[in-house]
């Protein structure tokens, strides 16, 4: 009987990612098509890029574009639909070797350039551009993010009054009600079978999750506690202190905090914009979760103060420590857990 399925005796390996064994793939974590196809999959991401570049083709017409971090090339095929002269994007995954041949495929092969490398050391055939796209954010905004790249990016390559795709990002704060998956999460350590397991739970909550919260489950006003704007962002902002005051909507118990972000496309006609909060259609990103040690009781109107601080680890600055401190209605006693996102 005739197999249905595809015959693997074909597929003959031509070119360095198509030979990557599962090492490889740790290495080079972007190699893998599964994640590009998670990132393209995500509309809220992909389609508000689109609709940023496409539905702006008076800021893209005969201009030269940078593209930075191209992975599979979507965005650089946008730039070039726009009617971009000339469009460089650089990647340092393998996963660049399928995007010449996507950009080839589509007929972009004069208008796009591809340049397989990490920005910071990589030599570009234009010097100077009059755009830069990229789509740098991680979990939490900045966690395995790639923005110190974009900046670099900018300072280097971008045209004096050159734009920046997307150019304003913003980080919220909120609290939640979450018992049930406090439960779930925390204090299940404090009972395995029987057993006290409680060591775990203290690492576990200082672990942020990153997972889908629903609206319900917002108990206070939001609270912007980082603005960046990516035309005069430095690197040290990056790393920041920021206060916030978080006004109860009803009376409730707090479990946790919650963080997501926003992005604008500032500079385009009609503002595209994007937001990873509960209330926003589903992303990738999904929102970050901070259990706090002990249940907080709130009532409407009340406040939590606070504050939260934000660094890239010493011994690995992909890694983020983040610590919280915050207090109850103005009461003097503050509670400060330090978290870390690896
Ligand atoms: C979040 S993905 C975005 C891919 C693509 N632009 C898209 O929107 O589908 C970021 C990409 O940036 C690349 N990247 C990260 N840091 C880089 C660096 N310093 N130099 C070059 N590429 C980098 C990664 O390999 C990855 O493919």
């Not at 910071?120 to 234009?126: D, Q, S």
């Not at 409680?198 to 489950?217: F, Q």
Request: charged share 25%.
């Amino acid at each position: 009987m005739e197999s249905a399925g595809p015959s693997t005796h074909h597929i003959v390996p031509d070119v360095t990612s198509d030979s990557m064994t599962s090492r490889d793939y740790y290495a080079d974590s972007y190699a893998h098509f599964g994640i590009h196809e998670e990132m393209l999959k995500d509309t809220v991401r992909t389609g508000s890029y689109r609709a940023a570049i496409i539905n702006n083709g008076h800021l893209f017409k005969g201009k030269t574009v940078l593209d930075v971090g191209c992975g599979t090339g979507i965005l650089s095929m946008f730039a070039a639909k726009a009617g971009a002269s000339h469009v460089v994007g650089i990647d340092m995954s393998n996963i660049i070797d399928q995007a010449q041949k996507i950009i080839e495929a589509n007929g972009f092969k004069d208008t796009i350039t591809l340049v397989k490398g990490k920005l910071e050391e990589a030599e570009l055939p234009i010097d100077q551009f009059d755009i830069i796209i990229s789509e740098w954010m991680g979990y939490f905004l900045l966690y395995e993010s790639m923005l110190d790249t974009v900046l670099l990016a900018r300072d280097k390559y971008l045209k004096p009054k050159g734009l920046i795709f997307p150019d304003t990002a913003k980080l919220l704060f909120a609290a939640i009600e979450d018992q049930d998956y406090k439960e779930e999460k925390i204090n299940f350590w404090d009972n395995v079978y029987g057993f006290d397991y409680s060591c775990i739970k203290d690492i576990a909550l200082r672990e942020p999750l990153v997972d889908t919260v629903e609206l319900k489950a917002v108990v206070t006003d939001p609270y912007v506690i980082k603005e960046i704007n990516l035309l005069t962002a430095t690197k040290e902002d990056l790393t920041f202190t920021a206060p916030f005051s978080l006004v109860a909507t009803r009376d409730d118990y707090v479990h946790a905090f919650l963080a997501w972000f926003d992005i604008v496309f500032d500079c385009t006609h009609k503002k595209v914009k994007f937001s990873t909060g509960p209330h926003a259609q589903y992303t990738h990103w999904k929102q970050t979760v901070f259990y706090t040690p002990s249940t907080i009781t709130i009532k409407k109107g009340q406040e939590i103060t606070g504050e939260i601080s934000c660094a890239p680890n010493k011994r690995n600055n992909r890694d983020l420590d983040i610590a919280i401190s915050y207090a109850v209605g103005g009461e003097e006693e503050e509670t400060t857990v330090d978290y870390k996102m690896y």
